[in-house]
């Protein structure tokens, strides 16, 4: 693997990109490692990693859409976290009280059974007692086979609230859902139903992601007709300032100004039942480019060129699923 960019001194956040080509033919992918202001590294340490390369999603808000390179296999998956994990505690002994691996950086996971072999090997790999896996998904539609095996991965290895599962859906208005998540997916019904499967005694509540535009409408009464707050919370997230969104014209209802807290959707959803988030991020992120597939799309423009990988017509990678 070899770094061709990094910005960030890891507080709060440090971005690397890199290029896993073993044949000469670029395969670039960003990874990410960050605190948690006011914690300390050793109460919290986040590393986000790549799982393919770009994205055939597509969402408008994100840079890591508009291009898909294909697969990563689990060991390049695994080498973005050693990196990171090398680089501060080269034993591997890791002695943050939560050390969350998130499969959410370049790439929908679940259209990538290697990430299934990469959360088999995690409890092994490293001495890390806080050992806390998290996978953001869109629950695309074709890999219900995925999902069957993670929840039962998850019973096995990571009992006792040790997995955050979250969902990204952006809105409760159905159409606009399909527009903000341009590709085939699940419905809020199948969601539910699966965190019937998904949920045991002791678990973390199912996390339902809104990175919030100014006019994506969350609707409790909708929220609470297939997600019981037993089961689900709420993260609120700003709609960073990628490049797609501002091309886009999409903005956000969230800013960095604290006062978000108290917003009367919070209000609203919190009155409906529901644990809520409000998850601001740190404004050095925006600057250093930490937002998914910021660092790459920067990269690569300060190259003036995008290479023949990276202007491919997507696909959808479910027809060799199983």
Request: hydrophobic fraction near 40%.
């Given at each position: 693997?070899?770094?061709?960019?990094?910005?960030?001194?890891?507080?709060?956040?440090?971005?690397?990109?890199?290029?896993?080509?073993?044949?000469?033919?670029?395969?670039?992918?960003?990874?990410?490692?960050?605190?948690?202001?006011?914690?300390?590294?050793?109460e919290k340490?986040?590393?986000?990693?790549?799982?393919?390369?770009?994205?055939?999603?597509?969402?408008?808000?994100c840079d890591?859409?508009?291009?898909?390179?294909?697969?990563?296999?689990?060991?390049?998956?695994?080498?973005?976290?050693?990196?990171?994990?090398?680089?501060?505690?080269?034993?591997?002994?890791?002695?943050?009280?939560?050390?969350?691996?998130?499969?959410?950086?370049?790439?929908?996971?679940?259209?990538?059974?290697?990430?299934?072999?990469?959360?088999?090997?995690?409890?092994?790999?490293?001495?890390?007692?806080?050992?806390?896996?998290?996978?953001?998904?869109?629950?695309?539609?074709?890999?219900?086979?995925?999902?069957?095996?993670?929840?039962?991965?998850?019973?096995?290895?990571?009992?006792?609230?040790?997995?955050?599962?979250?969902?990204?859906?952006?809105?409760?208005?159905?159409?606009?859902?399909?527009?903000?998540?341009?590709?085939?997916?699940?419905?809020?019904?199948?969601?539910?139903?699966?965190?019937?499967?998904?949920?045991?005694?002791?678990?973390?509540?199912?996390?339902?992601?809104?990175?919030?535009?100014?006019?994506?409408?969350?609707?409790?009464?909708?929220?609470?007709?297939?997600?019981?707050?037993?089961?689900?919370?709420?993260?609120?997230?700003?709609?960073?300032?990628?490049?797609?969104?501002?091309?886009?014209?999409?903005?956000?209802y969230l800013?960095?100004?604290?006062?978000?807290?108290?917003?009367?959707?919070?209000?609203?959803?919190?009155?409906?039942?529901?644990?809520?988030?409000?998850?601001?991020?740190?404004?050095?992120?925006?600057?250093?480019?930490?937002?998914?597939?910021?660092?790459?799309?920067?990269?690569?423009?300060?190259?003036?060129?995008?290479?023949?990988?990276?202007?491919?017509?997507?696909?959808?990678?479910?027809?060799?699923?199983?």
């Amino acid at each position: 693997m070899r770094i061709l960019a990094a910005a960030g001194d890891g507080d709060p956040a440090r971005v690397y990109l890199a290029d896993l080509a073993t044949d000469g033919r670029e395969r670039l992918v960003e990874f990410v490692e960050s605190i948690q202001p006011p914690l300390p590294r050793e109460e919290k340490w986040v590393l986000m990693v790549s799982t393919l390369l770009g994205c055939p999603v597509g969402c408008p808000m994100c840079d890591a859409g508009g291009s898909y390179h294909g697969r990563l296999s689990a060991a390049e998956i695994i080498r973005q976290i050693d990196y990171l994990v090398d680089s501060r505690y080269p034993g591997r002994s890791i002695p943050a009280a939560k050390f969350k691996i998130q499969l959410a950086r370049l790439g929908e996971p679940a259209y990538n059974p290697a990430v299934l072999d990469v959360l088999r090997e995690l409890p092994g790999r490293y001495d890390a007692p806080g050992l806390l896996p998290s996978l953001s998904t869109v629950a695309p539609r074709g890999c219900e086979a995925f999902f069957a095996e993670l929840a039962a991965l998850k019973k096995r290895l990571y009992t006792g609230g040790r997995f955050q599962l979250q969902f990204s859906i952006h809105t409760t208005d159905p159409t606009l859902r399909d527009k903000l998540i341009p590709a085939p997916k699940c419905d809020f019904a199948w969601i539910a139903r699966y965190a019937e499967e998904w949920f045991t005694p002791g678990d973390r509540l199912i996390t339902l992601n809104f990175a919030l535009g100014a006019d994506s409408p969350v609707e409790p009464s909708v929220l609470l007709e297939h997600f019981a707050p037993e089961r689900f919370l709420i993260k609120l997230t700003p709609l960073n300032p990628t490049y797609r969104a501002r091309s886009h014209g999409l903005r956000s209802y969230l800013s960095h100004n604290p006062a978000a807290e108290d917003d009367a959707l919070p209000r609203r959803l919190r009155e409906a039942g529901y644990r809520v988030i409000v998850s601001l991020g740190q404004s050095e992120e925006d600057l250093i480019g930490s937002n998914c597939g910021q660092f790459l799309q920067r990269h690569l423009k300060a190259r003036e060129k995008l290479t023949d990988g990276y202007t491919r017509p997507v696909e959808h990678p479910t027809a060799d699923l199983g």
